[in-house]
C-alpha cells in the first residue's frame, strides 16, 4: 500500500504536492482516497454465522453476514498518514525512474501492490 500509494501520488503531482506542501489535515483524507481507491486487498472472505448467535448484545440468526474487520487498520493508517508527507519532503524531488508500462504489478498475489518501485530523487 505505500508503494501504491507513493506511485499514485508520484503520477498525480498536483495531490502529491497537497500531501507534501498543504494543510496537514487533508493527508487523512488522501489516505482514505488512496485506500478507497487502492483496494490492495482483492479477496475479502464472507463470513456467516453458522448458528444463531449474540455477540455484545447483538443477535446474529445462522445464514447472515457478520462484520469482520482488519486488526491492524488503525496502525495502517497511522503509518501510511506518516510515511507519504514525511517521504515526499525528504526527497522533494522523487519521481518514477521506468514508465508504468514497465511496471511489474503484484496482480496474482492476494494483496496488491507493485514488485519493485525504481525512483530517482
Ligand atoms: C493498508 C493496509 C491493510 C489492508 C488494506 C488490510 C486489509 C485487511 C483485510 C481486507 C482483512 C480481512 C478482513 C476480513 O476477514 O474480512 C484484514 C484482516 C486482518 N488484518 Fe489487515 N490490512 C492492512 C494492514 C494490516 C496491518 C498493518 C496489520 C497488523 C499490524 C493487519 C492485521 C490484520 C489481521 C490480524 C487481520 C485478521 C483479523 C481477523 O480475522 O480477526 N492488517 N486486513
Not at 26 to 45: F, N
Not at 96 to 114: C, N
Amino acid at each position: 500500500m505505500l508503494s501504491l500509494g507513493t506511485l499514485t501520488l508520484l503520477r498525480h503531482p498536483d495531490q502529491a504536492a497537497q500531501v507534501r506542501d498543504g494543510d496537514p489535515a487533508t493527508v487523512a483524507p488522501a489516505v482514505e482516497e488512496l485506500l478507497r481507491l487502492l483496494t490492495v486487498v482483492h479477496t475479502g472472505r464472507r463470513r456467516v454465522a453458522r448458528e444463531d448467535v449474540e455477540l455484545a448484545g447483538v443477535r446474529i440468526r445462522a445464514g447472515e453476514g457478520v462484520i469482520h474487520q482488519c486488526l491492524g487498520q488503525p496502525l495502517a493508517r497511522l503509518e501510511m498518514r506518516i510515511a507519504y508527507p514525511a517521504l515526499l519532503r525528504r526527497f522533494p524531488g522523487l519521481a518514477v525512474a521506468s514508465p508504468i508500462e514497465e511496471t511489474a504489478f503484484r496482480d496474482e498475489r492476494v494483496v496488491h501492490g507493485v514488485e519493485a518501485l525504481p525512483v530517482t530523487w
